[in-house]
């Protein structure tokens, strides 16, 4: 028997480096449009309510646990799709926040430690892109 899986098998199913590189497509779209936005449209507009201002580092996790439960919970390759792109999204958002978690107020958002950051996670997921697309996962 033939270990290699007929067309309808691999349009049925999605493969790791098919995820991989969804997460790793839509986490730079975030993070692109997020900075875009921040900049070029809406400077200075923000989510508050009352003494509350809501960070997209909040969407961003609200995201990520959604692309995680849509992946676990449903097997079909359209839900294995939706949670990664859910996944991709979220983890853009999330990272696109990390200086106002790791700097002090002074330049919180725009700290020049939050561009590699952003970096070393798009290198990962490209790596692992790479090597699920190798290994022909």
Do not use: C
Not at 53 to 79: D, K, N, Q, V
Not at 81 to 87: E, K, M, Q, R, S
Not at 88 to 107: K, M, P, Q, R, Y
């Amino acid at each position: 028997m033939s270990s290699k899986k007929t067309v309808s098998e691999r349009i049925k199913t999605a493969s790791i480096a098919q995820i991989t590189g969804i997460v790793l497509i839509w986490y730079a779209i975030s993070i692109i449009t997020s900075r875009f936005i921040t900049v070029i449209i809406a400077p200075g507009i923000s989510i508050e309510t009352g003494i509350y201002h809501y960070h997209h580092i909040l969407w961003g996790l609200i995201l990520m646990t959604m692309g995680g439960f849509i992946a676990l919970y449903w097997e079909s390759r359209r839900a294995k799709v939706f949670g990664a792109f859910f996944l991709g999204l979220g983890l853009g958002l999330a990272v696109d926040e990390v200086g106002l978690i790791l700097v002090t107020a002074d330049s919180g958002y725009w700290d020049p430690v939050t561009y590699p950051i952003m970096i070393i996670v798009a290198q990962v997921l490209f790596i692992a892109w790479m090597a699920a697309r190798q290994q022909g996962r």
